[in-house]
């Protein structure tokens, strides 16, 4: 639930409500994997969700509930979300020991190895993960605390995409590229299978250096390049003024392919047996519309993480985090006017850096059971001065058979 912002705006525009308002959603996840040997898998994730977010998950660019569908129009019959073949090519004897979870069931691997997978997956099951702020269902909640907010990543509206990664694996270090699909349009259901028309490249190396002494620590550097049907926002400003659209209309052209880039860098630390800090960092171009996650141009997010052992609860886990979000100069200038965008809009824009500051606690219940609040305070909502601040209080449950 929200309690209000401070400016009332009307129904043509995009915008968090100034009301109080609740909501709420649900997502209910059927994971699977069958191993056909000792090297490769399959797995898959069925899925149903439904619900919908604050204010029909629009106002907010680092919005409060990753687990919302972003479309509520969209059918609540169960959906595939993954079917993956993984392939693992052993390049040395070593075993290291895995973790199994929903996006592989090996107990074993190889420490140095090439791993390949195929089929339909989220881009950030593997891309830009970090152990302290990547868990939507146990972790953070919020879009840009949960996940870079300038990654654009390729994603359908529910936030999965069809592709391939391939993976090196060394016992300090890893890179792994992806290439994958673009929706068709912004935040769309369906993706463009014509690769000469669209089509998503995503790098990312990792190398295992603590920043302190004694402690485990990872570094992350993230890129990424974009091709689809996406507008350009100057051009959509300049179209506006010459008469063309009565209003900014990034949407109003002929089928084009343009190119949309941006980078990261992913750091956790840990300070000391149970907590760890956290660190994001993300740009992207801004100058192309924001097309597959979010409207966020730049970002800057820290935090700390830390499981209940010091207070004898070994399986409960707390955080706080700080992101303030941005976006570029064209950007404002395509909202200011009049310009809307997929989640935000409005054509008065006072701008401001969008800041939120989220804090949670996720208690262990009993077995796979937890439990907990999560509290979100936001100044300047979908960048706008004139808004806020919000106040956002959540509560989860989250069940594992």
């Known amino acids: 639930m929200s309690l209000p912002s401070s400016?009332?705006?009307?129904?043509?525009?995009?915008?968090?409500?100034?009301?109080?308002?609740?909501?709420?959603?649900?997502?209910?996840?059927?994971?699977?994997?069958?191993?056909?040997?000792?090297?490769?898998?399959?797995?898959?994730?069925?899925?149903?969700?439904?619900?919908?977010?604050?204010?029909?998950?629009?106002?907010?660019?680092?919005?409060?509930?990753?687990?919302?569908?972003?479309?509520?129009?969209?059918?609540?019959?169960?959906?595939?979300?993954?079917?993956?073949?993984?392939?693992?090519?052993?390049?040395?004897?070593?075993?290291?020991?895995?973790?199994?979870?929903?996006?592989?069931?090996?107990?074993?691997?190889?420490?140095?190895?090439?791993?390949?997978?195929?089929?339909?997956?989220?881009?950030?099951?593997?891309?830009?993960?970090?152990?302290?702020?990547?868990?939507?269902?146990?972790?953070?909640?919020?879009?840009?605390?949960?996940?870079?907010?300038a990654y654009d990543y390729a994603a359908d509206t529910r936030g999965y995409t069809w592709g391939m990664i391939a993976e090196y694996q060394a016992k300090g270090y890893a890179f792994r590229v992806g290439e994958m699909l673009m929706p068709k349009v912004a935040n769309g259901?369906?993706?463009?299978?014509?690769?000469?028309?669209?089509?998503?490249?995503?790098?990312?190396?990792?190398?295992?250096?603590?920043?302190?002494?004694?402690?485990?620590?990872?570094?992350?550097?993230?890129?990424?390049?974009?091709?689809?049907?996406?507008?350009?926002?100057?051009?959509?400003?300049?179209?506006?003024?010459?008469?063309?659209?009565?209003?900014?209309?990034?949407?109003?052209?002929?089928?084009?392919?343009?190119?949309?880039?941006?980078?990261?860098?992913?750091l956790e630390q840990a300070l000391t047996r149970n907590m760890k800090a956290f660190a994001r960092w993300g740009w992207n171009d801004g100058k192309t519309e924001s097309f597959a996650y979010t409207e966020i141009d730049s970002t800057l997010a820290v935090g700390l993480g830390a499981d209940g052992h010091q207070w004898h609860r070994n399986k409960d886990r707390a955080g706080v985090a700080f992101v303030s979000n941005a976006i570029s100069k064209d950007h404002q200038n395509y909202l200011a006017r009049g310009g809307v965008g997929f989640i935000i809009g409005d054509g008065a824009l006072n701008y401001g850096r969008e800041q939120i500051l989220e804090s949670y606690y996720t208690a262990h219940l009993w077995r796979g059971m937890y439990a907990g609040p999560d509290l979100q305070y936001v100044t300047n909502p979908a960048y706008n001065q004139d808004r806020g601040p919000v106040v956002i209080l959540g509560f989860r449950v989250h069940l594992e058979l």
Do not use: C
């Open 7 to 149: 400016l009332q705006v009307g129904p043509e525009h995009i915008s968090l409500s100034p009301d109080y308002e609740k909501a709420t959603s649900r997502v209910l996840s059927l994971y699977t994997g069958l191993q056909l040997n000792g090297s490769t898998e399959v797995l898959s994730t069925v899925e149903e969700s439904g619900g919908a977010g604050l204010s029909k998950t629009l106002g907010l660019a680092g919005f409060s509930n990753l687990d919302v569908v972003r479309n509520p129009t969209l059918s609540q019959a169960p959906y595939l979300g993954r079917i993956i073949f993984h392939k693992v090519i052993a390049l040395s004897d070593n075993k290291v020991e895995a973790n199994r979870g929903p996006t592989s069931i090996f107990t074993e691997l190889p420490e140095r190895r090439l791993e390949i997978r195929v089929g339909k997956f989220g881009t950030v099951d593997f891309f830009d993960q970090n152990s302290v702020g990547s868990d939507s269902h146990l972790q953070f909640m919020n879009w840009s605390t949960a996940q870079n907010g």
């Open 189 to 266: 259901i369906d993706e463009v299978w014509n690769l000469r028309k669209a089509h998503a490249e995503n790098f990312e190396f990792e190398l295992r250096r603590a920043l302190l002494p004694k402690e485990d620590g990872t570094i992350r550097f993230l890129g990424f390049v974009n091709h689809a049907n996406m507008g350009i926002y100057r051009d959509a400003v300049a179209e506006f003024l010459s008469g063309q659209t009565p209003t900014p209309d990034i949407t109003a052209h002929l089928w084009k392919t343009t190119a949309k880039y941006g980078i990261g860098v992913n």
